[in-house]
């Protein structure tokens, strides 16, 4: 699974509990690309959610404890 340098700073946003709304005003993107960035992170890793997101990415040491 490969994932973008730009869905990596997704993940890493959500992972601190920052909204989509949150993520887009520090990476200075809108609110839908952020959900678009979300969506695809959420597709290649085959999870249903935010917290599926954050475990597989632990698993896979995309973050780091």
């Excluded at 990596?8 to 946003?13: G, Y």
């Excluded at 690309?33 to 085959?46: D, Q, S, V």
Aim: a positive charge; aromatic letters at 8%.
């Amino acid at each position: 699974m490969k994932i973008t340098k730009r869905e990596r700073e997704v993940l890493h946003l959500v992972a601190y509990e920052y909204s989509s709304k949150e993520i887009a005003q520090q990476l200075f993107l809108s609110s839908e690309t952020i959900n678009t960035h979300r969506k695809n992170i959420m597709i290649k890793m085959g999870v249903k959610n935010s917290v599926g997101m954050v475990r597989v990415a632990f698993e896979k040491q995309f973050l780091n404890p």
